[in-house]
């Protein structure tokens, strides 16, 4: 499953990047982008367990930039 | 709701703020901060603190006091951030690196041998904060003039329900239904006018001003603005699959493809900033321990590394210069579906056109009607039209529209199309071929030469050849300026690729100042054709030079994905197109080739300025520090001063000449 989210208070560039390495490093995530000017995250990964890739990418979030929220 | 007068605006655009909340809270502790700053100051500069205070240490040490004031309140929230993220094991993050260098800027008190730096340590983080509101404020500014520029979408959509006008949202109207445009409005949805006549302003979905006249029965596309009268149209796609949702997911999904220069920034900053903390390090404790002496001047070089070791000027402005391109472009009617295309686009040098639809404006027109001796011209026409009867192709239209009789669908049977060549039937039980020469030979008629240039069609009736009609397309109003302009733009081959024959074919490219044709080409050819040309292209030079196809999108498809980048025009409501191409002209002048090339380069220009002079600024900054010339101002101008003009530059990549 693909899906985008919206990213608010993405503040700093180099945290998009940060997060966006993150992401892609969650088990189960087959690809993911985060966009900096549009504020916007892209991931594609498996179904049964997209939840739960979702909650372990809003952790990997926080702690880089902790007032990110991933709007779902 | 009501309008008095004029567009009305789409929802996004009603808060029209300069600044949010909380950038206007974090403002005002700025300028807090900074009076307090002045304040102490002078303070420290000008009262004689040392003899009232009776003692030079107890005086250095009210001082630290006075300035801690201002720099816990412009720079709280980044020391706090700082032992948050140092919890998760977020070291090399910028709050902690601004937050050790200015610490230590302040703990340089505790060398008894060096100068105080209190004032540096508190003017470095109230600086810092103000480059961190600016940044935030421009990449908001660039971030809501893009959205703005594609506020195509629509409010509402009125409907007729029981007797009277609502507005409802444009989701809920289904295919078929029956909406009302007023003047003013934009088209929600996009249909077939059924009542009334109009003109449509497209500006917003091509950039071309000037105004589309439309009457019932004519398509009209979600997105433009209904400049006068008022229509009513019947819807004939759900708003999810209309043109203003395709366009707006196109772009919003452009960010997600980032270019290779992109990628190569983020990347970097994931060595860079450790590297230059590592070396921070080891200039700060090495040469005290290995040549003794003052430990405050070499840990005043490493804090000023600590400073500039924050990439952001990059990596912000890198991304913003390429959706501002993206923006910009689109603004003229140009979608570039990702940075990458843009980065693919302006590298281009071989520009491949397919010939009609894109230099050609596909309204081919009769020119001649050349029977064999003894048939009746209008015999020839009539035979013509009613085998190409049930085909779409330009050429059958136009056969069609200069036969004037009716066409008896009883008297036709049995019509093959055979793709590239013609067209055979049966009619009034004789069989008729209608195509070129090569239909011609290869059913075994012989056909004869036409001395005008165009599209020969000959037809044959039960294997008897009984003449040609000429045929010729229309070559576009600002093709030749197109062609000349992408000369212009360092584009060093064109090519024109055609189902046309030889000599129709070497009109147009002499013409147009083409240099290369390469004709009767079915459309499988044209993707054999094209490989040929990629492999040329990509040997010839440093074989970094790209191939652009430009073609209609509706029948090149393979070839608008096989080039490195495709681009299709005139795509207005084509979604073949819009789904296959790389680059989207959404109206049908070639010279918007040249202009989409001219924004990707100058938006690589911008790109490569900013890694350039940003990159340069830090490695001159770090090096005046290691050999201890440069001071805590200059590395912070390197580093806040060098991403707010970065980020400057990159707004230019949105502006773009209309």
């Not at chain 2, 980044?78 to 260098?101: C, P, T």
């Not at chain 2, 147009?512 to 040929?532: C, H, M, S, W, Y």
């Not at chain 2, 498809?557 to 979604?575: F, H, K, N």
């Amino acid at each position: 499953m693909r899906k985008a989210f919206k990213l608010q208070d993405l503040d700093c560039a180099n945290c998009a990047a940060k997060m966006e390495n993150a992401i892609k490093g969650i088990d189960g995530v087959k690809s993911a982008t985060v966009s900096f000017m549009t504020q916007k995250l892209v991931i594609e990964a498996d179904d049964d367990c997209f939840d739960a890739v979702l909650d372990e990418a809003q952790r990997a979030c926080s702690k880089i930039e902790p007032d990110c929220v991933i709007l779902r | 709701m009501k309008h008095s007068g004029g567009v009305p605006r789409p929802r996004s655009n009603r808060k029209l703020k300069s600044m949010n909340k909380k950038q206007k809270r974090t403002r005002n502790r700025i300028v807090l901060a900074i009076a307090l700053f002045a304040v102490v100051y002078v303070i420290a500069e000008l009262m004689p603190l040392a003899t009232w205070l009776g003692s030079e240490t107890a005086a250095l040490w009210v001082e630290f006091a006075l300035f801690l004031v201002p720099y816990l309140i412009a720079g709280y929230d980044v020391l706090l951030r700082a032992a948050k993220n140092i919890g998760h094991g977020q070291v090399f993050d910028e709050n902690f690196l601004m937050s050790v260098a200015t610490i230590g800027a302040f703990a340089l008190v505790l060398f008894p041998d060096s100068d105080p730096h209190m004032a540096e340590g508190a003017a470095v983080m109230l600086f810092y904060q103000v480059g961190e509101l600016f940044q935030s404020y421009a990449v908001g500014k660039s971030r809501k003039s893009i959205a703005d520029m594609m506020d195509i979408a629509p409010d509402f959509a009125n409907v007729e329900r029981d007797g009277r006008l609502v507005q409802v949202d444009p989701y809920e109207v289904a295919v078929g239904d029956e909406i009302v445009v007023k003047a003013g409005e934009r088209v929600p949805l996009d249909g077939v006018v059924v009542r009334g006549s109009s003109q449509l302003d497209t500006a917003a979905l091509t950039g071309e001003s000037v105004p589309r006249e439309v009457r019932e029965g004519d398509e009209i596309i979600s997105g433009c603005v209904n400049m006068s009268g008022l229509i009513t149209v019947r819807v004939t796609k759900p708003y999810r699959e209309s043109t203003v949702s395709r366009i707006l997911e196109l772009v919003e999904n452009a960010a997600e493809k980032k270019a290779k220069t992109e990628n190569f920034i983020t990347r970097f900053a994931r060595y860079y900033t450790p590297a230059v903390v590592g070396i921070a390090a080891l200039l700060a404790i090495m040469p005290p321990l290995l040549l003794g002496g003052g430990w405050s001047d070499w840990v005043q070089r490493g804090l000023i590394f600590l400073v500039v070791s924050c990439p952001c000027a990059l990596v912000i402005s890198v991304p913003l210069s390429f959706f501002g391109g993206i923006g910009g472009a689109s603004r003229l009617g140009i979608l570039v579906k990702g940075s990458n295309y843009l980065e693919t686009l302006s590298r281009a040098e071989t520009v491949v056109f397919d010939k009609t639809g894109t230099l050609t404006d596909g309204s081919f027109n009769v020119v001649a009607v050349h029977p064999a001796s003894g048939i009746d011209p209008d015999r020839l026409l009539s035979i013509a039209a009613h085998a190409e009867a049930y085909s779409n192709h330009p050429i059958a239209l136009s056969v069609r529209a200069a036969y004037s009789g009716p066409i008896d669908q009883q008297r036709i049977d049995d019509v093959q199309e055979q793709s590239g060549h013609g067209v055979r039937a049966r009619i009034d039980e004789h069989v008729v071929y209608v195509g070129n020469d090569k239909l011609m030979s290869a059913c075994g008629v012989d056909c004869r030469d036409c001395e005008l240039t165009g599209t020969i069609l000959h037809v044959s009736l039960d294997g008897e050849y009984i003449g040609h009609i000429v045929i010729a397309d229309v070559i576009k109003p600002d093709a030749a300026e197109a062609v000349a302009a992408l000369r212009a733009a360092g584009v060093k081959k064109t090519v024109m690729l055609t189902g046309d024959r030889a000599d129709v074919a070497a009109a147009v490219a002499k013409e147009l100042g083409i240099n290369e044709f390469r004709t009767q080409l079915l459309p499988q050819d044209k993707v054999a054709e094209v490989e040929k040309l990629l492999e040329e292209t990509h040997a010839h030079g440093t074989g970094k030079g790209k191939l652009a196809f430009v073609g209609d999108g509706i029948n090149d498809a393979p070839v608008l994905t096989r080039a490195d980048i495709g681009i299709a025009m005139g795509a207005m409501g084509s979604d073949a197109a819009i789904e296959a191409a790389d680059v989207v002209l959404m109206d049908d002048k070639p010279s918007n080739i040249a202009r989409a090339i001219g924004i990707a380069r100058k938006t690589m220009g911008i790109v490569w300025q900013n890694i350039v002079f940003a990159l340069g600024v830090k490695f001159l900054v770090l090096i005046l520090a290691a050999v201890g010339i440069a001071n805590m101002w200059l590395a912070v101008f390197a580093d806040v001063g060098v991403a707010v003009i970065a980020i400057l530059n990159a707004m230019r990549a949105m502006n773009v000449k209309k």
